[in-house]
């Protein structure tokens, strides 16, 4: 990050776009959300009780976020009665790769960033 142009310095600004996308793709549920509908679409309640820990409230903006962030998909099924299901999109499924490296880079840095936190909570 020590050599970075100074472009690349205004895509990591609170207010830039790019990182707006990123809080609201990277927060609490998103990636909940985002791993269940990977593997398969599902109803509402199907996701609610995938994620056990969601409100209904918190995950009805979730998925509202991710459908207007274009990273699932609504869809309205001609059943009687009506029904809706949601699934990954294809910008969305594009997330698989760096969710998946994300994740490898915690788990291997995990212990060093534990033992960081240890030393400074006995230091301070």
């Not at 398969?40 to 976020?65: D, M, V, Y």
């Not at 099924?77 to 998946?100: K, Q, S």
Request: glycine letters at 4%; proline letters at 5%; a neutral charge.
């Amino acid at each position: 990050m020590k050599n970075t142009a100074p472009a690349e310095h205004e895509l990591l600004q609170v207010d830039a776009p790019h990182r707006e996308l990123l809080d609201q793709v990277l927060d609490k549920w998103s990636l909940q959300v985002l791993d269940h509908l990977c593997g398969q679409s599902l109803r509402f309640n199907e996701l609610r009780r995938a994620i056990p820990t969601i409100g209904q409230k918190s995950l009805t903006a979730t998925l509202r976020r991710l459908e207007r962030n274009g990273m699932i998909e609504r869809v309205v099924l001609n059943t009687r009665p009506i029904a809706v299901e949601y699934r990954i999109a294809p910008v969305g499924n594009t997330l698989n790769e760096l969710v998946d490296a994300l994740l490898r880079w915690t788990t291997e840095n995990l212990p060093a960033v534990e033992r960081a936190r240890e030393r400074f909570d006995n230091e301070n």
